[in-house]
């Protein structure tokens, strides 16, 4: 699909590639929002089914939205990006530990 570029050396993607990634978006909300409301689908599935479809979300809006790709121009963005997610995965799971050491320790008489 064909990308201008600005004075900056800056990509944008095409009207077209806009509404697939826009679709697309749609489509990854919707699915899960129409299973968890149905309440029809087993629980196991449902999680699974948020979980693909919020990575595939975070993909779609990378890719279409943000214009990241495996140009050379793009190669600080994309390093930067998973520094953003190491650190915040780190942060996660190291609140969640702590919560459940404190958890674990504080209910050791009862």
Do not use: K
């Not at 806009?18 to 129409?34: H, M, N, Q």
């Not at 599935?45 to 919020?54: K, R, S």
């Not at 993909?59 to 495996?70: A, S």
């Amino acid at each position: 699909m064909g990308h201008s570029t600005t004075e900056h050396g800056a990509s944008h993607g095409s009207v077209g590639e806009y509404i697939v990634g826009l679709l697309l978006s749609i489509g990854l909300t919707a699915l899960p929002f129409f299973m968890v409301m149905s309440g029809d689908f087993d629980r196991t599935l449902t999680i699974i089914t948020i979980f693909v479809c919020a990575v595939a979300q975070v993909l779609v809006q990378l890719v279409f939205f943000l214009h990241m790709n495996n140009a050379s121009e793009q190669w600080w963005n994309i390093i930067t990006a998973i520094f953003v997610v190491v650190l915040v995965a780190i942060l996660i799971v190291g609140s969640i530990w702590v919560m459940q050491n404190m958890n674990h320790n504080m209910l050791m008489g009862h």
